[in-house]
């Protein structure tokens, strides 16, 4: 397989050198040249298949050949060695848990696949790669994670000072070795900024051999199309209308489940969830994508002003708007209903939700009473566990909240960040030093 820029000025590259360089010469983002389908047994067979299984398959057939099958499975065992499951809160609603890895949110498949495949190919370098990532929260002890005392890999993580969580905070600043957490002086875009502008600096690549572990690398967003395929092999009756609803910040997320489409899983439609960052609906409203200065929210991770798969999706539906706008549906909820839909949920269902699912909720709900469907198949993707935003969640619902022994012990850790502005120079400066 081979694959190209979203921007279409730089040449095919082979997986490999897409999950090296992570983003193209160009400044876009890299693209499968096709999307195979899967074949028919593949789905008349899917419950008969373990979720390592499902991901093998569907990785062994968009990757080809490039790793061999023995190596390709053993990444995926170790990357993704825990469940997605379905909770069912009624009969046509259902939460898919994406945060029973070890960081407890849904950025572990994509930043363990990423750093097991990465460690893979880098063997053959004899140069040390320095990853940059952008995070809004839970990205950054994914990826932290994932490459924590990895050989010949330096990870270097950017946050928005102030706009993260606590737990998310800890979990990130809180690793020694070859991992260093930069706690910048403004939002997740200015983060996010800083890593692209660093990618198309002629004296950096010279000087570093640079990579990405956000969404914008493809072999984050390769994995994250994996548990859609293990939510539909868990739906007792495949026949109904399947809807996923997507909290969305970045779009990576979603991008991944466009992916799972395209390669023959039969979704009826996409939702997009999201804050009051709401630049995506108001591009299906308009058919023109304004990006502006994101907002801060109780839902932190979607807090995106200018989110980078957006170019994906364009490019999946060949600048269509007509055609994303009827297979992709985009609702904005304020702060104030995210916490009436966590109070609602908990009292209806005894589920505690996120805020991010809380979001996905609201909008589920919303698509369903403005279209009338009775009998479907709602998937929400919960995307972190609720104990990452205890503050809140214990605030909105008046109750203690357990936080699972993973989370707590990062709370007794020394922290260790180190502060930058916002200016381009000052990171590109910080970087040079440490060379």
């Known amino acids: 397989m081979k694959f190209y820029s979203t921007n279409k000025k730089s040449k095919e590259v082979s997986f490999k050198e897409a999950v090296i360089k992570g983003i193209a010469d160009d400044g876009g983002l890299f693209m499968p040249a096709s999307f195979p389908v899967l074949p028919k047994k593949f789905f008349d067979e899917i419950e008969n298949l373990s979720f390592q299984e499902i991901c093998f398959e569907v990785a062994n057939t968009i990757i080809g050949d490039e790793i061999p099958s023995k190596t390709l499975q053993s990444i995926i065992n170790n990357a993704i060695n825990f469940k997605a499951p379905i909770v069912k809160l009624n009969n046509n609603i259902g939460v898919l848990e994406l945060f029973h890895g070890p960081t407890l949110a849904f950025k572990d498949f994509g930043a363990r696949f990423m750093a097991e495949a990465l460690s893979y190919f880098s063997k053959e370098n004899k140069k040390n790669i320095t990853i940059l990532v952008a995070t809004s929260g839970d990205t950054g002890s994914a990826v932290a994670n994932g490459f924590l005392n990895s050989k010949g890999i330096k990870v270097f993580l950017l946050y928005p000072e102030g706009k993260v969580s606590h737990i998310q905070e800890m979990q990130l600043t809180t690793l020694d070795g070859n991992i260093t ?72 997320n979603l991008t991944g489940g466009l992916i799972s489409k395209k390669m023959g899983l039969p979704v009826e439609k996409f939702i997009a969830a999201v804050n009051s960052n709401d630049v995506f609906p ?21 807090d995106v002003g200018n989110p980078s798969n957006f170019y994906r999706i364009l490019d999946i539906f060949n600048n269509d708007w007509y055609k994303l706008s009827t297979e992709i549906s985009s609702s904005s909820f304020s702060d104030e209903l995210t916490k ?50 205890i503050d809140i969640m214990e605030d909105v ?19 260790k960040s180190i502060k930058i502005s916002n200016e381009y120079t000052d990171f590109k400066n910080f970087l040079l030093n440490q060379n």
Do not use: W
């Open 282 to 302: 108001n591009y299906l409203k308009t058919g023109k994508f304004i990006p502006k200065p994101s907002i801060k929210t109780i839902s932190n991770a979607m």
């Open 340 to 389: 009436s839909a966590i109070k609602r949920i908990r009292k209806d269902y005894n589920y505690l939700i996120d805020p991010h699912g809380a979001v996905g909720y609201l909008a589920l709900e919303e698509y369903i009473k403005q279209n009338k469907i009775e009998s479907f198949n709602g998937i929400i993707l919960e995307t972190a566990h609720p104990a990452k935003f």
């Open 397 to 415: 619902l008046k109750e203690n909240i357990e936080i699972p022994e993973r989370l707590e012990s990062s709370l007794y850790k020394e922290k």
């Open 181 to 252: 957490a930069l706690e910048v002086n403004g939002t997740f875009d200015d983060c996010q900024k800083l890593v692209k502008q660093a990618f198309l600096d002629n004296e950096l690549k010279k000087n570093f051999f640079l990579s990405s572990a956000n969404s914008i690398n493809i072999a984050r967003l390769i994995p994250q199309s994996f548990y859609y395929f293990n939510a539909y092999k868990q739906l007792e009756d495949k026949n109904k209308p399947l809807i996923f609803c997507v909290p969305s910040g970045n779009f990576g």
